[in-house]
């Protein structure tokens, strides 16, 4: 979100903003909408390349850490919630998306999507 709100800030150039997720479950202080609408009101292409190692069906575990988590201001995200995002903003603005079966694969997608 910190990106999109910076390349909003710029004119007069190519924009895009470039994500690379894996598939693994996780935590988000923000939720996909808040994600979504930060980066579609930025303007600029998205490229996403996603990379499908370490995924699971899980959700992920909210427990686990020492400390206490606020957990009304948690978002679990699921590999499901990864691509969806990051495709449809691809789709959306005209960029593109990328899944890969490791992270190994990565590197290769970036400098074709920098060409």
């Known amino acids: 979100m910190d990106a999109a709100e910076a390349l909003g800030r710029e004119s007069g150039r190519r924009r895009a903003l470039v994500g690379v997720s894996g ?3 996780g935590h988000a202080s923000l939720t996909p909408g808040d ?3 930060a980066v579609r009101k930025a303007g600029g292409r998205v490229l ?3 990379y499908r190692e370490g995924e699971s069906g899980q959700g992920g575990s909210l427990m686990g850490l020492d400390v206490p988590r606020d957990t ?3 978002t679990i995200v699921h590999s499901t919630d990864h691509e ?3 495709n449809g903003l691809a789709q959306a603005t005209g960029g593109r998306f990328e899944s890969v079966p490791t992270a190994m694969g990565v590197g290769r997608i970036l400098a ?3 060409a």
């Open 35 to 37: 994600v979504t609408a």
């Open 48 to 50: 996403g390349v996603m």
């Open 112 to 114: 074709s999507m920098g």
């Open 72 to 74: 009304a201001n948690l």
């Open 23 to 25: 598939a693994g479950a």
């Open 84 to 86: 969806r995002i990051l």
